[in-house]
């Protein structure tokens, strides 16, 4: 079983970068789907990028072109680059991993089941 553990958020102004990380133990991240979530206040928690065990990437039509989604098996590390932050970014960002997604799915927070604790993202203007 994976555990899943975020880290790197932080308050940033507009147009600013953040890097997400996170840590996953338990299990090697090589034969899970792992993606990247947010929640805002009164929202519901979204998918934001994911990659499928076969590789496949998807991004949320919100992030396409701004976030970067990586994947280093060899450190068992999932990170999401996070550049030209906008205000609408600010939210609770969180890990998830399962086997189970598929490539249609990545980005379907019912299909993970292990997820880490979060981290906040805040970003000014």
């Known amino acids: 079983q994976v555990r899943v553990q975020e880290s790197g958020g932080g308050s940033v102004q507009a147009g600013g970068s953040l890097r997400l990380s996170c840590a996953a133990s338990?299990?090697?991240?090589?034969?899970?789907?792992m993606g990247w979530f947010r929640q805002a206040p009164g929202k519901e928690r979204e998918g934001v990028a994911a990659?499928?065990?076969?590789?496949?990437?998807r991004y949320a039509d919100s992030v396409r072109g701004r976030f970067t989604i990586s994947k280093d098996n060899a450190k068992n590390t999932l990170n999401l680059q996070m550049n030209s932050l906008q205000l609408e970014d600010t939210a609770m960002y969180y890990c998830?991993?399962?086997?189970?997604?598929?490539?249609?799915?990545?980005?379907?927070?019912?299909?993970?089941?292990?997820w880490g604790q979060g981290t906040q993202v805040t970003v000014s203007s």
């Open positions: 998830a991993a399962d086997r189970t997604p598929l490539d249609w799915s990545l980005l379907r927070r019912d299909e993970y089941n292990y």
């Open positions: 338990g299990s090697t991240i090589s034969s899970y789907s």
């Open positions: 990659i499928g065990r076969g590789g496949q990437i």
